[in-house]
């Protein structure tokens, strides 16, 4: 029986790849490099800056680096984004049945903040867990995990929600039902490799209605 629901936070809950693909593109110009869709998606997507930078940005302080690319992040997110549709409802649907409601974020705290502030879903979320608050962030379960410790529950009784390959592996490896999103255009198979045992487009998807009724 199902009794929480684990949501990564961006790509997942809030459609933030197009602000971060263009913070990541201004950072490529200004070192004389192009960067496309694709390369994000393949080379940065999902990827903790700290792991990513040293590769994508030899030679440069990746704390520093990192820190100046999140605060461009939040310089373009504003109030009023729409979370990502059937999200509200997933949770009202969540909460009629008594199920817990965390995110697990490899965001800073204060971007993770500024980004449930955005979509308004702040105050419906029990519990935040941190990638870089844990001994270990994804793609390392440790996440998913603490949120279970958090809820004092078992990863059967959990959905986790993941919309990049190195999210994915993480909630699969934290033994959790397994959700992929295909909101960063993603296809099916690439989710399913890195672990998705049910992928949808949004919370809207029947497949997800499916899986509910399975599983409460």
């Not at 496309?36 to 994508?56: K, Q």
């Not at 004092?152 to 390959?165: G, K, N, R, V």
């Not at 029947?206 to 899986?211: D, H, Q, W, Y």
């Amino acid at each position: 029986m199902i009794k929480a629901l684990l949501f990564d936070l961006d790509g997942t809950l809030l459609h933030s790849d197009p602000l971060h693909f263009e913070v990541f593109r201004d950072l490529y110009a200004e070192r004389g490099r192009e960067l496309t869709e694709a390369g994000y998606l393949s080379d940065i997507h999902g990827r903790h800056n700290l792991d990513s930078f040293p590769e994508l940005f030899p030679g440069e302080d990746a704390h520093a680096l990192s820190d100046l690319k999140e605060t461009r992040f939040r310089d373009r997110l504003v109030e009023g984004h729409a979370p990502m549709p059937g999200a509200e409802a997933l949770m009202d649907h969540a909460e009629a049945r008594g199920w817990r409601i965390a995110v697990v974020t490899n965001a800073p705290r204060v971007n993770a903040e500024a980004m449930l502030g955005a979509i308004g879903l702040r105050q419906r979320i029990e519990l935040l867990v941190i990638g870089d608050e844990c001994t270990r962030a994804k793609p390392d379960p440790e996440p998913y995990l603490a949120a279970m410790r958090a809820f004092d529950l078992a990863p059967e009784a959990c959905i986790a929600f993941e919309d990049s390959p190195s999210g994915m592996r993480a909630a699969a490896a934290s033994g959790a039902h397994t959700v992929g999103i295909r909101s960063s255009g993603l296809s099916v198979a690439q989710l399913q490799a890195s672990g998705a045992q049910t992928v949808i487009t949004d919370y809207t998807d029947p497949a997800l209605a499916a899986l509910l009724n399975r599983l409460e």
